[in-house]
């Protein structure tokens, strides 16, 4: 019968040979079901005893330094397993506490830009972007669709000893060597907003900010913009055009906006098709300079449709994540 620490170090060498990005800890009424998210999609796992439940969850707990008599309550943290980081969360359920536990790759931080998929002509666009001494540019696209993957290789290229970099994340992801990054603390008061002010005393050069959620947020992005500062954020819209809309809805004066956005990225993951059938993900993205879509400017669907035509992926994965809202 195997203890906890040994079941938990085969669950999580699985999600590490399956490349998962995620393990699900779910507690049924009867058993505890293990679930892996690979290429973005839920997979079924091993089924665990109920006995062992309990166990296995503390064991988790312990791993990343949470309290193991708290079951009421959301718990976050995170530690180092062999080659890989790991960020632990855990919920309490009808049926007990929920884990999931993300896996991250630490490869993954330093990524190239042309390795993320961008034909091109985006490629090219979006390095005219990053070549601007101020102003901001948005990665937009839903949760799971590789922002954070973008903003990071964006990070890593612009990185150089001439240049101060300060990000603001929830959470911070990954440690990027040479690069001061800050974690949101709701609890002790470090937000979003409240950060980035602290940010702007540290003269930066460059600023990444996880993802722009409010007014203050926003208002302030727009300030570094137009003071000399290159912004870097994320935004959770469908495409590269409703990024301006959104901040516009927000509250930005519209004037504001065409002053400070450079440009704007709209982007998904889909799965890479091979022989042996789907393996790894390919990004297909939407570049727009400036704050209004160009006549050149391709299209996520377009580009999409390029994937297809290179043989990179199918018909069927790029609906699954770029035309669902036709």
């Given at each position: 019968m195997n203890s906890a620490p040994t079941l938990l170090d085969e669950i999580i060498n699985k999600a590490i040979e399956l490349n998962a990005s995620d393990i699900h800890l779910e507690p049924r009424e009867k058993f505890l079901k293990v679930r892996y998210r690979v290429d973005g999609l839920l997979q079924d796992g091993n089924i665990i005893q109920k006995s062992k439940q309990a166990a296995l969850i503390s064991r988790v707990k312990v791993m990343v330094n949470l309290d193991i008599a708290e079951s009421r309550l959301p718990q976050d943290g995170r530690t180092n397993y062999q080659s890989v980081d790991l960020r632990v969360s855990t919920i309490p359920t009808l049926h007990g506490e929920k884990s999931v536990i993300r896996v991250l790759r630490r490869e993954h931080a330093h990524l190239k830009l042309a390795a993320l998929g961008m034909e091109a002509e985006e490629l090219d666009l979006y390095k005219k972007m990053l070549a601007k001494k101020n102003g901001i540019v948005l990665v937009t696209g839903p949760t799971g669709s590789g922002k954070t993957t973008t903003l990071y290789a964006t990070l890593t290229t612009l990185n150089d000893k001439e240049v101060n970099i300060i990000t603001i994340e929830d959470p911070v992801e990954y440690q990027l060597p040479g690069i001061n990054q800050i974690q949101v603390n709701s609890?002790?008061?470090?937000?979003?907003?409240?950060?980035?002010?602290?940010?702007?005393?540290?003269d930066p050069d460059i600023i990444m900010i996880g993802e722009i959620r409010d007014l203050e947020t926003a208002k302030i992005a727009v300030q570094a913009a137009l003071t000399g500062h290159l912004v870097l954020a994320t935004l959770h819209?469908?495409?590269?055009?409703?990024?301006?809309?959104?901040?516009?809805?927000?509250?930005?004066?519209?004037?504001?906006?065409?002053?400070?956005?450079?440009?704007?990225?709209?982007?998904?993951?889909?799965?890479?098709?091979?022989?042996?059938?789907?393996?790894?993900?390919?990004?297909?993205?939407?570049?727009?300079?400036?704050?209004?879509?160009?006549?050149?400017?391709?299209?996520?669907?377009?580009?999409?449709?390029?994937?297809?035509?290179?043989?990179?992926?199918?018909?069927?994965?790029?609906?699954?994540?770029?035309?669902?809202?036709?």
């Open positions: 609890k002790s008061g470090l937000t979003f907003a409240r950060g980035l002010r602290s940010i702007l005393r540290q819209t469908n495409d590269a055009p409703s990024a301006v809309t959104r901040l516009v809805e927000m509250g930005i004066d519209k004037y504001l906006v065409e002053a400070s956005v450079i440009g704007v990225i709209a982007q998904r993951l889909a799965r890479k098709i091979t022989p042996n059938g789907f393996k790894g993900r390919i990004g297909i993205y939407e570049v727009m300079l400036g704050t209004k879509p160009h006549r050149e400017m391709r299209s996520l669907k377009s580009n999409g449709w390029r994937k297809i035509g290179q043989g990179v992926t199918t018909q069927e994965e790029v609906a699954r994540v770029v035309f669902l809202d036709d």
